[in-house]
């Protein structure tokens, strides 16, 4: 991806300051996308923004100043045949990481990483071996049923198996994992964690292939209702200028976001999901992983 000499600068937007290194993390997660969206296109997948960075395609044409990170949503079908052509189509410096191909690896969604570059939440930092480069999200969209019985029985289902998740994998070398949770993480660690993420998708896909009108972010926030969004939004698409680039969008954006933020174009400066993310995009995760200390962020 060839980056404009100018995108590097450290610049004021709407009052907060863009540092140069947070620049240098963009261009890394910039050049991510543009290697997603060429895959996505040799093999014909439809993917949108999603999240803030729909929020700051459609308000700032790029990044919403104080973010860190690019969201992505792909409907179902699209998202599984992307894993599916995962390690055929992302070859190195990339890699696409699922719970199925990077041992401890707990998240409900795949990612996109970087190699040679670092981004290690600050819970994360010496806990975990799987793949910690900088990083996009690929979140799928999921059917929900129209029934609120319905949903509501597959919600508290969802719970119980993000539970049981959670103490397989999170527990281990957690600093407030107590002597309960020690001992269920002992039991569940009998338990393949592969199979506990199959049965969380299957509750996932319940109600795939059935004509709903709402999908919603099953894996990642399955009971907040800011996320179960129209079918139709999906349906097609456009795109919008992000940065330097541009970036696919639902049909709807503002019936999206108005659900997601209520008044969107009123600016607030929200703490990103990733606060204390420690970034380094010139050097391999693998020398902060148990480096003793680090000031945890930029």
Same mark, same amino acid.
């Given at each position: 991806? &060839?980056?404009?000499?100018?995108?590097? +600068?450290?610049?004021?937007?709407?009052?907060?300051?863009?540092?140069?290194?947070?620049?240098?993390? *963009? =261009?890394?997660?910039?050049?991510?996308?543009?290697?997603?969206?060429?895959?996505?296109?040799?093999?014909?997948?439809?993917?949108?923004?999603?999240?803030?960075?729909?929020?700051?395609?459609?308000?700032? $044409? %790029?990044?919403?100043?104080?973010?860190?990170?690019?969201?992505?949503?792909?409907?179902?079908?699209?998202?599984?045949?992307?894993? =599916?052509?995962?390690?055929?189509?992302?070859?190195?410096? #990339?890699?696409? +990481?699922?719970?199925? &191909?990077?041992? +401890?690896? %707990?998240?409900?969604? =795949?990612?996109?990483?970087?190699?040679?570059? /670092?981004?290690?939440?600050? $819970?994360?930092?010496? !806990?975990?071996?799987?793949?910690?480069?900088?990083?996009?999200?690929?979140?799928?969209?999921?059917?929900?049923?129209?029934?609120?019985?319905? +949903?509501?029985?597959?919600?508290?289902?969802?719970?119980? *198996? &993000?539970?049981?998740?959670?103490?397989?994998?999170?527990?281990?070398?957690?600093?407030?994992?107590?002597?309960?949770?020690?001992?269920?993480?002992?039991?569940?660690?009998?338990? @393949?964690?592969?199979?506990?993420?199959?049965?969380?998708?299957?509750?996932?896909?319940?109600?795939?292939?059935?004509? /709903?009108?709402?999908?919603?972010?099953?894996?990642?926030?399955?009971?907040?209702?800011?996320?179960?969004?129209? !079918?139709? #939004?999906?349906?097609? $698409?456009?795109?919008? @200028?992000?940065?330097?680039?541009?970036? @696919?969008?639902?049909?709807?954006?503002?019936?999206?976001?108005?659900?997601?933020?209520?008044?969107?174009?009123?600016?607030?400066?929200? @703490?990103? #999901?990733?606060? %204390?993310?420690?970034?380094?995009?010139?050097?391999?995760?693998?020398?902060?992983?148990?480096?003793?200390? *680090?000031?945890?962020?930029?």
């Amino acid at each position: 991806m &060839n980056i404009p000499s100018d995108f590097w +600068q450290e610049e004021e937007r709407c009052g907060y300051l863009v540092t140069a290194a947070m620049k240098a993390v *963009w =261009a890394v997660q910039l050049t991510l996308l543009s290697c997603f969206d060429e895959v996505c296109r040799t093999y014909g997948l439809r993917y949108f923004a999603g999240g803030g960075t729909l929020l700051g395609a459609v308000r700032h $044409g %790029g990044y919403i100043p104080w973010d860190d990170d690019i969201d992505l949503f792909m409907l179902r079908g699209d998202y599984d045949r992307l894993l =599916a052509i995962g390690e055929e189509a992302f070859v190195p410096p #990339c890699f696409l +990481q699922t719970a199925y &191909n990077d041992t +401890q690896y %707990g998240r409900g969604h =795949a990612q996109l990483r970087m190699d040679g570059t /670092t981004a290690i939440l600050a $819970g994360e930092r010496g !806990r975990y071996a799987f793949h910690q480069g900088i990083f996009i999200d690929i979140f799928p969209l999921d059917a929900v049923p129209d029934d609120a019985v319905a +949903q509501g029985a597959q919600r508290r289902r969802l719970v119980r *198996w &993000n539970r049981l998740l959670a103490a397989s994998v999170r527990y281990a070398g957690s600093p407030h994992k107590t002597a309960l949770k020690s001992a269920v993480h002992g039991v569940l660690s009998l338990i @393949p964690y592969r199979w506990l993420y199959r049965g969380m998708e299957r509750e996932c896909r319940r109600y795939e292939g059935v004509a /709903t009108q709402r999908v919603a972010l099953l894996t990642f926030a399955p009971t907040d209702d800011r996320w179960v969004m129209p !079918r139709a #939004c999906f349906a097609d $698409g456009a795109h919008l @200028p992000f940065e330097f680039t541009e970036i @696919p969008v639902p049909a709807d954006c503002d019936r999206i976001l108005t659900g997601a933020y209520g008044d969107y174009r009123t600016l607030r400066q929200d @703490p990103t #999901c990733h606060s %204390g993310v420690f970034y380094d995009p010139h050097r391999d995760y693998h020398h902060y992983v148990r480096k003793d200390e *680090w000031d945890g962020s930029l």
